[in-house]
Every structure is written in structure tokens, then in C-alpha cells.
């Protein structure tokens, strides 16, 4: 008996389905890309349960005669190829013919359509890829697609789908993409009878980003336009003041097709460096038009990628484009006073609250001159380190030395690195098993270097001491923000004023899925109108956070999969919101560092920052003498 059978049509026709529509995301994608490629300017989009059991996608359309909706369900029938010579001048979204039989194989389908010089208007039901019926109704010109009980007959690959909000973020998505390619044409999206995107149609892309990426998107963009005889690039590209946590604002168009190119992302993204902060992504909706003779974008059954006949002259170009269009935008920001600002910061309290002047002493001699009391000066402060005991920082009884720095996060350059020393006089790591006060109790700071690391003597060991500024008043916000996490005390600053953050479907869904995570961080967030969300209350770790930007880190990092189990969501963020540390460069005062040290000591791992790079490192005059030839 033979073991190798030929498989009937049917199995065949739904296991290829299974290839193409995956989701009903992807009826979605291929029913809006059909009515773009029948000239519609005007679409609707509804959805209920996140597609699963209903979607109809109306346009208006060419519409369809009888002869061709009798045959538009059947594998590989398209009206946008001819032969196989048109494969090389592709300028249609679909062409391959399977998206029609592949929805009618594993779903109930139901056409309504007419055509301008029909009388009337044509209704059909098509299951498991057949026609079943068709008859003559009233309809405007255009087509209806409506498709129930998605995987009806494949229960597997239905038990597969998410959950109804999951599926529709990811519809929502893909109807972003697309009203975003397509700013000629007015899309309207419906979800669950709620009508969540409306676009006109006045083809000016900055009102399509102004709807679905929200206003303070679409005013934080540098156009883009250049156009010769054989490339055009032309829609918007992010200043340095604005970015995200990942790559998912950025959009890029190829001919109308939307594409995932990360060679492109990749040469956008260089040019962004030193600009905006590490680990962030510029935000970019860019539309390429280029001879469809030079791309191939039969490659995979989703058409999001491509490939171009010479990389080097397409990727070469958009680069010189984007060079010259970004850089003329950088500028160094105006300083401008505000006079309410300054009356309101005199009521901001003082960042040390140092209370009775004789333990200020103590503190002081304790952690400065404690090794150093047998030359004369001991109980002085040597020159260059001077602090500020004036009466207004003297109040309370209690001492409280803590650190609340409030910093601008544009200013983050993590420039940790030892690469430059030779390797003779690398600093060694501290990794010694002893006590951190043991370590610090005796060291005095001489200054900083590079605005970026403190540099303190201990003479009893004969060693120097490097404190990396950032990583350490990292670990210290870090374990505080975590122990009062853990202790349900993290303390609430309301806002004067609600801050209004605009989001987009996926992300306004994202956070309600997440609500109690921001809840428990510290946050008071409510829903506030469509789509956007009212930020009433920060943590008061972060001191004066930017609120906005730290809302939107976290929301982002959880849209890229910090979907495991709570606790090490909560880790995750809590590192996110370290970031708001002392910055590298950033000038901290003397009495800042000794409130550093001390709040150091303290911590319960002071060796390293939450992200595992040292805090402290030493240099010993053994090293230092070798490197003078003192010894051998």
C-alpha cells in the first residue's frame, strides 16, 4: 500500500489559507488593500469580538460585475496581473490572487457590490471557496465584504487566536498602517459599535499623523521631500526631542506598500546618535517612490519586504537625504526666564534639608576628614570644597541628607568605559567581601573629573577611590524605590494640572491591560476622552520627573514583550524609572556627593548600578608608583 498520498483540493486549499490569513488582522490587511486597489477613497472598517466572529470592510469602490465576482473567490483569480511579465511593474497592494479563496476556505463570507453603471447592485454568500448563491439587491456603488465565524471549520488553528482585545489592538495596527500610507483616502475604523478612528481624505499626510499619532507627535516633525529621476522620498521625520522606547512609530512606504526594512531603520537610526538618548528610536513616516522595476516585493505572502536592485544607491540616498534634512534642525534650545516659574520654584523645598549645623559638622568631619586628623588643618575643609552653611538650610531637628536631583534626561551620556586606560593602570574592581562603610568610612573627595566621576582619597589604605555619579545615585533610587514598592509607601505627588497624553488604539488598550502595574508604581491615571489618558499623579521618588516621557518608557517596554510574570515586570520598570538618576556630566555640589557617599554606603548591593556596571572603583599607590618607575 502506498504510504505517499496526493492531498484532495479542500485540505489543500485550507492549508494554504492557513499560510495567508493568520488572524483577523490579516482579512483585514487583504480586504483594505482590495478596495485601495479598486480606487476606493473612502473605507470603513468594523470589527466585533477582536474579528473573530465578525468584520466588514465597506468601500466605495469600482465595485464588481457578475462574471467577476463569480470567480473572485477561486485560488490565484486577480485583476491586477495579466502575465507573468507584470510581476516586474508591480504598483498594486495584492496580486498574488489568494487572499479572496483563502478567507472563503476558513470563513462565511458575504459580498454586497456594484459597479457606477450597474442598475443594481449584486449579493452573494460564498463558503469553503464556492458561491453559493447570488442575487440582484439594491446597493451604492463600491463593495461590502462581510466575513462571520473566522476558522469556523479549522477549530485548532481558532483555539490558537488571543484574546478579543489582542486581536483587535493588532487590527488596529494594521488599520494605522494603513490609513497613515494612504492620507488620499478617508478611513473610518469601528470596534465594538465605538467608532475608534476617523481620517478625511484631503491627502495631506500631517493631518493622518495628527489623528492617529496624536498632536504632540505630529508638531515634534521635520518634513522630509527630495525627488530626481529615479528616486522621490518625501513625509516626516522626528526632531531630537522626540523618540520612543522601540520601533513601532515608525513607518516606512515603499510605492504605497508599507514595509519592514531594518537595513533602512538601521541608517535612519545612525543618524539620531548623540541626538537622543541611548536605547530610544526616532519616529519616522516616510513614503519612497522608486521605479517597480528596481524592487521585488514577491518575497513573502505578508508583502512587507522587499528588496531592491542596488541596495547601495537606495540606502546611499536615503541616507544623504535624512543627513540633510536632520541636521540643519538641531539647535541649541533658547533659555528663557520665566518669572512665575522662578516664584514657584523658591517654594520647591531646598534639595538637602540640613537641620541643626552642628550634626552638618559632624556629618561633614565624619566623611571628609576622619583619616586625615594629624596634619594641622584637619578640622578645616580644604580649598575648592567649600559648603554653603547658611542659616535658611538650618530648620528642623532631624538631619536629612537624601537626594531628590531634578535633571533633564536629554543631557543622559553613559560614558562608563575603561578602554582608553592601558591596561598597566587599569583600576581594579572592587569585589573584595567587605562592608561598604568599611570601604568609604575613611575616604576623603578631592573633586571630579569629566563632570562625571568623584575621585576620593583614602590614606589609610593608600588607595583611590572612583565613584561613577550615575550609576551610583542609580542604585540608590533603584533600592529605595523598591523597598518602598515592597513596603506599599511609595509616596504620590498630585500634579497641579492633569497632564493629557495622547496614545494610539494598541497603546490606550495596552494600558488598560495594565492599569494596576502603573496604579502600584505610583501613578493616578485616568481615561480621558478618546484615546488619551489624564496623568494626575507621579511618584515622588522621581522627585520632578518628566512625566510624559517616563509614562510613555514604561508604556512602550511593556508593548515589547515584558509580558512574563508580574514581579519581574515590576523589576523591569522600576529600572526604567532609575534612569532619571544623576546624568553623567550633570554638576552636583559638594554637599551633594557627601549625601551620595552616605546614602551609597547604605544601600544593600553598592557595588554595582541596577544594570550591573561598577559604582566604585580604586586605584592604590602601589599602581600609581609602578607607573612612576618607583618600583619594580
Known amino acids: 500500500m502506498a504510504k505517499i498520498e496526493v492531498l484532495d483540493d479542500l485540505t489543500i486549499q485550507k492549508i494554504a489559507a492557513g499560510e495567508v490569513i493568520e488572524r483577523p488582522a490579516s482579512v483585514v490587511k487583504d480586504m483594505v488593500e482590495n478596495s485601495i486597489d479598486a480606487n476606493a477613497d473612502s473605507i470603513t472598517i468594523e470589527i466585533k469580538n477582536g474579528g473573530k466572529s465578525f468584520i ?22 486577480t485583476s491586477k496581473l495579466k502575465s507573468i511579465e507584470d510581476l516586474f511593474s508591480i504598483m498594486s497592494l495584492g496580486f498574488r490572487g489568494e487572499a479572496l479563496s483563502s478567507i472563503s476556505s476558513v470563513a462565511k463570507v458575504e459580498v454586497l457590490t456594484k459597479t457606477e453603471n450597474s442598475d443594481g447592485g449584486l449579493q452573494a454568500f460564498v463558503e ?10 439594491g446597493s451604492p456603488k463600491g463593495t461590502t465584504m462581510i466575513v462571520r ?16 482585545l489582542s486581536e483587535g489592538n493588532q487590527i488596529s495596527d494594521i488599520v494605522n498602517k494603513l490609513a497613515l500610507g494612504n492620507p488620499h483616502i478617508s478611513f473610518k475604523f469601528v470596534r465594538d459599535n ?23 507627535t505630529a508638531k515634534s516633525l521635520i518634513p522630509v521631500e527630495y525627488e530626481d529621476n529615479r528616486i522621490k522620498l518625501k513625509g516626516h521625520i522626528s526632531n531630537s526631542n522626540l523618540y520612543r522606547g522601540n520601533r513601532n ?12 526594512n531594518f537595513a533602512i531603520s538601521k541608517i535612519i537610526e545612525n543618524h539620531y546618535k548623540s541626538l537622543i538618548p541611548i536605547n530610544k528610536f526616532p519616529v519616522y513616516i516616510l513614503y519612497l517612490e522608486i521605479d517597480p522595476l528596481e524592487i521585488d516585493v514577491n518575497i513573502h505572502p505578508t508583502k512587507q519586504e522587499i528588496k531592491f536592485s542596488n541596495n547601495d544607491f537606495v540606502y546611499g540616498k536615503i541616507s544623504n537625504i535624512i543627513k540633510e534634512t536632520l541636521m540643519p534642525s538641531i539647535h541649541v534650545p533658547k533659555f528663557i526666564i520665566d ?31 576622619a583619616s586625615n586628623t594629624s596634619d594641622s588643618d584637619s578640622n578645616t575643609i580644604e580649598d575648592g570644597f567649600f559648603f554653603d552653611l547658611s542659616n535658611d538650610m538650618i530648620e528642623d531637628e532631624d538631619i536629612n541628607v537624601e537626594i531628590d536631583f531634578i535633571v533633564d534626561e536629554n543631557k543622559f551620556k553613559d560614558e562608563f568605559s575603561t578602554s582608553d586606560i592601558k591596561d598597566e593602570v587599569k583600576p581594579k574592581i572592587v569585589v573584595e567581601e567587605q562592608k561598604i562603610e568599611d570601604l568609604l568610612l575613611d575616604i576623603k573627595p578631592i573633586g571630579r573629573v569629566f563632570n562625571t566621576y568623584i575621585i576620593a582619597e583614602s590614606k589609610d589604605d593608600e588607595k583611590l577611590i572612583f565613584v561613577d555619579q550615575h550609576a551610583a545615585h542609580e542604585r540608590i533610587m533603584y533600592e529605595k524605590y523598591k523597598s518602598e514598592y515592597e513596603n506599599e509607601k511609595i509616596n504620590v505627588q498630585m500634579l497641579m494640572f492633569p497632564e493629557i497624553i495622547e496614545l494610539t488604539d494598541v497603546e490606550i488598550n495596552n494600558f488598560r491591560e495594565n492599569v494596576t502595574a502603573f496604579k502600584d508604581l505610583g501613578f493616578d491615571i485616568d481615561e480621558f476622552g478618546h484615546n488619551s489618558i ?26 515589547s514583550g515584558i509580558k512574563t510574570n508580574y514581579d519581574t515586570k515590576i523589576e523591569k520598570i522600576m529600572k526604567i524609572a532609575c534612569t532619571n538618576a544623576i546624568k553623567s556630566g550633570d554638576n552636583i555640589k559638594d554637599i551633594e556627593i557627601i549625601a551620595l557617599i552616605k546614602d551609597l554606603k547604605s544601600c544593600e548591593n553598592p557595588y554595582t548600578c541596577p544594570h550591573g556596571r561598577p559604582t566604585i572603583i580604586e586605584m592604590t599607590k602601589r599602581d600609581i608608583e609602578k607607573q612612576f618607575l618607583r618600583i619594580i
Not at 149 to 163: A, G, I, Q, T, W
Open 534 to 559: 489624564a496623568l494626575r499623579a507621579v511618584p515622588m521618588v522621581f522627585g520632578t520627573p518628566k512625566t510624559k516621557n517616563l509614562f510613555l518608557d514604561v508604556l512602550d517596554n511593556l508593548d
Open 249 to 260: 512609530h515608525q513607518y516606512l512606504y515603499i510605492n504605497g506598500r508599507y514595509i519592514v
Open 149 to 164: 465565524d473566522l476558522f469556523y471549520n479549522l477549530p485548532v488553528r481558532k483555539n490558537f487566536l488571543k484574546s478579543d
Open 128 to 137: 469553503e471557496g464556492e458561491v453559493t448563491s447570488m442575487n440582484i439587491v
Open 339 to 369: 518669572n512665575k516659574i522662578k516664584e514657584k520654584e523658591k517654594e520647591v523645598p531646598n534639595l538637602f534639608n540640613i537641620d541643626q549645623s552642628n550634626e552638618l559638622q559632624d556629618i561633614i568631619v565624619r566623611d571628609f576628614t
Open 194 to 216: 465605538k467608532t475608534i478612528l476617523q481620517t478625511s481624505q484631503n491627502n495631506n499626510p500631517l493631518d493622518s499623523i495628527y489623528n492617529i499619532l496624536g498632536r504632540d
Open 56 to 77: 466588514r470592510i465597506t468601500d466605495n469602490g469600482d465595485g464588481m460585475e457578475r462574471i467577476d465576482l463569480s470567480i473572485a473567490f477561486k485560488k490565484h483569480s
